[in-house]
């Protein structure tokens, strides 16, 4: 390395240490620093481009009378269909899995960073199936609900209830809610876990030294810390859960359903396989091309709002994280 | 992790669950419920083990037949038979066979006699009628079926002979899954040493939650984008001939593993001490020598997890594979179509039969492709700790 007297690369002003950076011109330098640019450049624009050709294609597309209506059996004409029971099964199919996900994941995670030693055997499995289930693919969990739910456990509720026929032992909702449960499990407990990290052991250790139990301080002073932790979790679990498609294939959604499913062991339908069905069954593309992008832009809105919205409260989550330690 | 206060003096209780020194039974109970619910996950990971592995077993155990023409014993037989050997041929349960009279298992042994005499007249000579095409030679190996030239791997689950050939599927899921990881690998690290290392600190604020915002598009709106937009685009400037093919699918597919490599191998980057940095720039070495020589270098144990996790996400995505191509060819041309495993699952399992051959065949490709994510995920799993470990260590 050539030398260079400190003169030549050291800021006169103190303060200009912050944003130090050499002051020889570097060829290579700016070449390689300028194409990890160009590749962060390129990631945003194809998010960009994704995300304003739907917004612009689907705006254009979109009214009121799409948004609330029933459609008959053809829905792939533009003029007479409708999207809402698409969006009302979405949100009952989202709604029934928090039921079961928000309560397992709160108590898993609070078992995980309250009692649980880090050393111990289990603390060290329930961890690694945690990493796991987070990265079994989506399909995989759809033949999970249809072998384990509907093969095995609804088929012997029916052969127990004396059923004449099959009522729990086929595709239904309650059965696609609990396979998106289990799939967005990991999601909860991770985000609450990080919210639980976050509270400063001082608030407990206050709390157990005034005479507080372990579940009092639990329930009184780390919960009520803890609460935008939990609701980032839940929010993201919604947003991941609304926008699946491989894991209700065969476990609930219908093609086609005449009513709204009003019993837990109705199909039902489904945006997300709706966007599917208009863009691989289509028998005229360019005539359903319209609709296409409005649906496409109402599950955006309604699985992308959701994940913003966690974003923001994760990064304050993050700061206060930071500043606590 | 900080350990949680007032553990360090208590007594500890069955399996680390604390117990206050004054017994409180109603504790007591929600304390063991609390660890009971925690247990949960290990139930469900293993519960998808037994349950996606429980509807395969039959085929891995070589149970089923789906020869087109079975050996079929004459209704006159039956008397001959031992009770066993009936059983089994009929296909029945012993709850089934022992709730069944005399005439009715010769009904039953009768529409066998018909059902082989209602195969069709040209498949009557075919030694490939008379083979059970769920052996493990016929599903791995190549085989001149009648009418070929030359022995192929081939999947056609439909038609009178089934012929269930694994590999075409494994080629294309690989084809599909390289293609992706190619496009998005490079890419994801080339942002990551951007945003962690050469960025200044507000654009690395703003820039790394908003490519994070990726991996919030629903993988049925990737796949539509694609098969809509991408697809033209990409034919116009490649100018290839099939418009649908394996190269849309796995550039689409790399947006979906973008997020994920990006996201680790950023935190990776960052997890390398700041003294590492310090030091090299002290030592007059310019900000992209730094990044490429001393940070890459110790942060590549967390990059290579990070493509070894994108890769776990990349093999078992479904929709986009799905909507974008789905014929299958045996071909490594990047231009030719390709059929995943995720997509013949997705595809087929509503045409398959609750409990025939071809639906434990598709659970045998799902039992397959959560082996394949359980390992990839276990290895980046165990390299990141190890690195963090490292990291944290000499910090």
């Avoid at chain 1, 052969?159 to 499990?185: D, E, F, Y």
């Avoid at chain 1, 993050?318 to 606590?324: D, F, Y």
């Amino acid at each position: 390395m050539n030398t260079v007297t400190p003169s030549q690369y050291l800021p006169e002003n103190p303060r200009e240490f912050r944003n130090f950076r050499a002051a020889r011109f570097d060829f290579w330098s700016f070449f390689f620093g300028g194409l990890t640019g160009l590749a962060t450049l390129l990631i945003l624009a194809i998010l960009a481009v994704i995300l304003v050709n739907i917004t612009l294609n689907g705006w254009s597309a979109i009214s009121w009378h799409f948004v609330s209506t029933i459609p008959k059996k053809d829905f792939f004409n533009p003029d007479t269909t409708g999207i809402l029971p698409m969006i009302i099964g979405t949100t009952i199919r989202v709604f029934v899995m928090t039921l079961f996900v928000i309560p397992v994941g709160v108590i898993t995670a609070i078992y995980l960073t309250e009692y649980a030693s880090n050393t111990s055997l289990v603390t060290r499995i329930i961890r690694a199936a945690i990493n796991n289930l987070a990265g079994v693919p989506s399909i995989v969990f759809g033949l999970f609900g249809l072998g384990f739910f509907i093969n095995f456990v609804g088929k012997n509720l029916d052969a127990l209830l004396h059923n004449p026929g099959p009522v729990w032992g086929q595709p239904a909702l309650i059965w696609a809610s609990l396979t998106l449960a289990v799939m967005t499990l990991p999601v909860v407990i991770v985000a609450t876990e990080e919210s639980l990290k976050a509270i400063p052991p001082g608030l407990r250790e206050a709390s157990l030294a005034l005479g507080a139990t372990k579940l009092e301080t639990i329930w009184k002073i780390v919960l009520p810390q803890a609460l935008p932790g939990i609701m980032t979790g839940g929010i993201l679990a919604v947003s991941r859960a609304a926008g699946e498609v491989a894991p209700i294939l065969f476990t609930g959604v219908a093609y086609y359903m005449a009513s709204l499913p009003h019993k837990v062991t109705d199909q039902f339908m489904d945006l997300g396989y709706h966007v599917f069905v208009l863009s691989t069954q289509s028998p005229n593309i360019e005539q359903t091309r319209s609709i296409l992008y409005a649906t496409v832009l109402v599950l955006l809105a309604l699985t992308f709002a959701l994940n913003f919205v966690a974003v923001l409260i994760r990064a304050r989550v993050r700061k206060q994280l930071r500043s606590g330690h | 992790m900080q350990p949680a206060p007032n553990q360090s003096n208590a007594p500890h209780g069955w399996l680390g669950i604390h117990r206050g020194h004054k017994a409180r039974p109603l504790e007591w109970f929600a304390e063991k419920f609390i660890f009971a619910v925690a247990l949960s996950t290990i139930a469900v990971v293993l519960l998808i083990f037994v349950f996606v592995a429980r509807e395969a077993f039959p085929v891995v155990l070589g149970k089923s037949n789906t020869a087109l023409i079975q050996p079929v014993i004459p209704p006159a037989d039956l008397d001959k038979l031992s009770p066993a050997k009936i059983q089994e041929y009929l296909a029945l349960t012993p709850k089934q066979f022992a709730g069944m009279d005399r005439e009715t298992l010769r009904t039953l042994m009768d529409v066998k006699v018909e059902a082989a005499n209602e195969v069709p007249v040209q498949f009557r000579d075919d030694p490939d009628a008379k083979r059970n095409t769920i052996e493990w030679n016929l599903m791995v190996k190549p085989h001149q079926w009648r009418g070929y030239d030359k022995p192929e791997y081939i999947w056609q689950p439909v038609g009178e002979i089934k012929k269930f050939n694994l590999i075409p599927l494994v080629i294309g899921t690989l084809k599909v899954t390289l293609i992706g990881l190619f496009f998005a690998v490079p890419l994801a690290v080339g942002a990551a040493i951007y945003v962690s290392q050469l960025a200044r600190p507000r654009v690395r604020e703003i820039v790394k939650p908003t490519i994070e915002m990726l991996s919030g598009i629903p993988s049925v709106v990737v796949g539509f984008f694609a098969l809509l937009v991408m697809a033209t685009f990409l034919q116009n400037l490649c100018g290839y001939q099939t418009r649908l093919n394996a190269f849309v699918a796995g550039i689409a597919l790399g947006f979906a593993v973008i997020p994920v490599v990006f996201s680790i191998a950023e935190d990776a980057l960052t997890s390398v001490p700041q003294a590492y940095t310090q030091a090299a720039l002290a030592l007059g070495s310019s900000r992209w020598q730094t990044a490429w020589q001393i940070v890459l270098p110790a942060a590549l144990p967390g990059v290579f997890a990070a493509t070894v996790l994108g890769f776990g996400r990349a093999i078992g995505e479904t929709m986009i594979v799905l909507m974008v191509c789905s014929a299958s060819v045996v071909s490594w041309n990047v231009f030719d179509s390709a059929r995943s495993i995720t997509t013949t699952i997705a595809a087929e399992m509503a045409e398959a039969v609750s409990g025939g051959p071809h639906y434990r065949i598709l659970f045998l490709l799902g039992a397959l492709l959560f082996a394949a994510t359980f390992i990839s995920n276990m290895i980046g799993d165990f390299v990141i700790h190890r690195f963090k470990t490292k990291m944290e260590g000499k910090r």
